[in-house]
């Protein structure tokens, strides 16, 4: 499995970074990281998303107003993915504005984190958690314990 995370903003916050890295580390899938920082409009910064997608990658917007998943269901979602698209899978963050209606059009699936905001910084790290409870949910691993 090859994940992409196209993301507006850098993780500045040391404590976050090391999560991220401590989560992207237990991962056996390829994870690249595209970062775009800079005071943008919206639809600059959904431009710069857009050229950040593979053609041939299954886009996964994350997106207050996406669908809750259990993570067993995204766990689903993901071997789905790995079996019948290339293993490729790009997860999109918005910034602050959030994204505009063409990138939504692209998405394969848009998912959230439940209806509250949260920073885009924590949404970072609870992805990359959420991506290896997946991977230990599909090994079978107790890591994930209903």
Known sequence: M???L???G??????????????TKRLEWKVSLQEF???YTRDHENELLLKAIQPSSYLILL????ENFKSQDFATLLNDIQL????????VIGGADGLTQEIKAKANKTISFGRMTWPHQFV???LMEQLYRAQQILKGHPYHRQ
């Open 2 to 4: 090859h994940i992409s």
């Open 6 to 8: 196209a993301v507006i």
């Open 10 to 23: 850098k993780l500045k916050v040391p404590a976050l970074r090391a999560l991220y890295d401590e989560y």
């Open 37 to 39: 920082e800079g005071k």
């Open 63 to 66: 997106d207050e107003g996406g």
């Open 84 to 91: 019948h698209h290339q293993g490729k899978v790009t997860f």
């Open 124 to 126: 970072r790290v609870m």
